[in-house]
């Protein structure tokens, strides 16, 4: 399966929409909303889990 194939592009689209309200902190500890960093261009969201 291709990310081009009918309703995958449309769950992607989906998923980004539910996420684009949800408020994280950035690396400074200020809140940052997660649709401000792909409003202008597309970006990646990589979790990375803290072991230690």
């Given amino acids: 399966m291709t990310l081009f194939e009918e309703g995958v592009m449309k769950s992607m ?4 929409q539910d996420l684009a309200d949800v408020v994280l902190q950035d690396a400074d ?6 649709g401000e960093l792909w409003a202008g261009t597309p ?10």
């Fill in 29 to 34: 500890e200020q809140p940052q909303r997660l």
């Fill in 43 to 52: 970006a990646v969201l990589v979790f990375v889990r803290h072991f230690g």
């Fill in 13 to 16: 689209s989906s998923v980004s």
